[in-house]
């Protein structure tokens, strides 16, 4: 079954690849939400087109890990990190950071953590190190961060997978690294959970396990600010789902359960493969209806895209799909109707309070 698509859509699809006026930065810039994306700081410096869409957004996602960091015990490598910061700084836009605990792929070596072992650290060693790192990070320019993710799908990656909550218990190591994080951040810095629910649908049972954990955090009076949803979606998927409509009502769930436990939400990564077709109609109307559901929910605060143009995806490259173009810009540097779709709901509606 396919989605309709509202006249509104067909009027955006309209019109011309790329409309005169303000940018997506400008339009909500005073209002109190954020736009950001993956920004490449190389091609940041290097492409000019590039840094003109770029600056389309109002922060920039940091994706770095343990291993990129802290290379052997104690001993740590700002070189990659900062070059995201300055990155930022150029572009006249704070960093939304991640993650600090992940998955074993994301810990260097010398812990030995593998999904077939964990390593010779005990348990109270391993929450030493991780209190270390996770404060060593977070207070190495803190004026730039806008967001530290603190865990990343906690819920949805299997024990095998992270010896954390191998050595530390599971959600014990969740609740240690937002403690860690809330001993040293300063004001402005806030704190996220993040997690995936799925490539057509946020999956109801990680949905209850996630906000279970949530619980637990905040009954151990650790600090949690948001919550995370990313949404890197298949419109062939999200077409063949019955009924359709799945991903967004719930993604309004989740706005729904966030609010009752006092926190934030925010569209952590979103990508929309634009399915075998190409429909791009289909691709703008799924953009616009998660935007226009954050945009319309006061504790809904940002929305940001994994990556800036269809040049450069992982849709390409880690996920074998040659012919995706899932972001808001064409490999030409062009906008596309997701673009317009998300710019004309800016230019006409106002921000929820």
Same mark, same amino acid.
């Given at each position: 079954?396919?989605?309709?698509?509202?006249?509104?859509?067909?009027?955006?699809?309209?019109?011309?690849?790329?409309?005169?006026?303000?940018?997506?930065?400008?339009?909500?810039?005073?209002?109190?939400?954020?736009?950001?994306?993956?920004?490449?700081?190389?091609?940041?410096?290097?492409?000019?087109?590039?840094?003109?869409?770029?600056?389309?957004? @109002?922060?920039?996602?940091? $994706?770095?890990?343990?291993?990129? *960091?802290?290379?052997?015990?104690?001993? &740590?490598?700002? !070189? #990659? /990190?900062?070059?995201?910061?300055?990155?930022?700084?150029?572009?006249?836009?704070?960093?939304?950071?991640?993650?600090?605990?992940?998955?074993?792929?994301?810990?260097?070596?010398?812990?030995?953590?593998? @999904?077939?072992?964990?390593? $010779?650290?005990?348990?109270?060693? *391993?929450?030493?190190?991780?209190?270390? &790192?996770?404060? !060593? #990070? /977070?207070?190495?320019?803190?004026?730039?961060?806008?967001?530290?993710?603190?865990?990343?799908?906690?819920?949805?990656?299997?024990?095998?997978?992270?010896?954390?909550?191998?050595?530390?218990?599971?959600?014990?190591?969740?609740?240690?690294?937002?403690?860690?994080?809330?001993?040293?951040?300063?004001?402005?810095?806030?704190?996220?959970?993040?997690?995936?629910?799925?490539?057509?649908?946020?999956?109801?049972?990680?949905?209850?396990?996630?906000?279970?954990?949530?619980?637990?955090?905040?009954?151990?009076?650790?600090?949690?600010?948001?919550?995370?949803?990313?949404?890197?979606?298949?419109?062939?998927?999200?077409?063949?789902?019955?009924?359709?409509?799945?991903?967004?009502?719930?993604?309004?769930?989740?706005?729904?359960?966030?609010?009752?436990?006092?926190?934030?939400?925010?569209?952590?990564?979103?990508?929309?493969?634009?399915?075998?077709?190409?429909?791009?109609?289909?691709?703008?109307?799924?953009?616009?209806?998660?935007?226009?559901?954050?945009?319309?929910?006061?504790?809904?605060?940002?929305?940001?895209?994994?990556?800036?143009?269809?040049?450069?995806?992982?849709?390409?490259?880690?996920?074998?799909?040659?012919?995706?173009?899932?972001?808001?810009?064409?490999?030409?540097?062009?906008?596309?109707?997701?673009?317009?779709?998300?710019?004309?709901?800016?230019?006409?509606?106002?921000?929820?309070?």
């Amino acid at each position: 079954m396919r989605p309709r698509i509202s006249w509104l859509l067909a009027f955006i699809i309209s019109l011309p690849a790329q409309t005169q006026g303000q940018t997506l930065r400008q339009l909500v810039d005073a209002s109190d939400f954020h736009i950001g994306a993956f920004i490449d700081p190389v091609q940041t410096r290097n492409d000019t087109q590039y840094k003109a869409i770029a600056s389309e957004f @109002n922060f920039n996602i940091m $994706p770095r890990f343990m291993r990129d *960091v802290e290379t052997s015990p104690g001993v &740590y490598t700002w !070189t #990659v /990190i900062d070059s995201y910061l300055n990155t930022g700084q150029s572009l006249d836009m704070r960093t939304a950071a991640q993650s600090l605990v992940y998955r074993n792929s994301t810990s260097p070596a010398w812990p030995g953590f593998t @999904n077939t072992g964990c390593g $010779p650290y005990t348990p109270d060693q *391993v929450r030493a190190v991780t209190k270390d &790192y996770i404060q !060593t #990070v /977070i207070q190495h320019r803190p004026e730039r961060y806008y967001v530290w993710e603190v865990v990343n799908e906690a819920a949805s990656t299997p024990n095998s997978a992270n010896c954390w909550s191998q050595k530390l218990g599971y959600p014990q190591y969740v609740i240690d690294a937002f403690r860690f994080a809330g001993e040293v951040h300063p004001p402005g810095m806030l704190l996220r959970l993040n997690e995936t629910f799925g490539f057509a649908n946020e999956s109801m049972p990680i949905i209850q396990k996630t906000l279970a954990l949530i619980d637990a955090v905040q009954a151990a009076g650790a600090p949690i600010d948001i919550l995370g949803v990313e949404n890197h979606l298949n419109l062939d998927t999200i077409k063949s789902t019955d009924p359709p409509t799945i991903y967004i009502d719930n993604f309004r769930l989740i706005l729904r359960e966030a609010a009752k436990r006092h926190i934030q939400v925010q569209v952590s990564e979103i990508d929309i493969y634009q399915g075998t077709s190409n429909d791009f109609a289909g691709q703008a109307q799924v953009y616009s209806n998660i935007f226009d559901a954050c945009f319309s929910t006061p504790w809904c605060t940002s929305f940001s895209t994994w990556g800036v143009y269809d040049k450069v995806t992982w849709w390409r490259t880690q996920l074998k799909k040659p012919d995706a173009q899932p972001l808001l810009f064409d490999m030409s540097y062009q906008s596309k109707p997701a673009y317009q779709a998300i710019k004309t709901l800016l230019q006409n509606k106002p921000r929820a309070h």
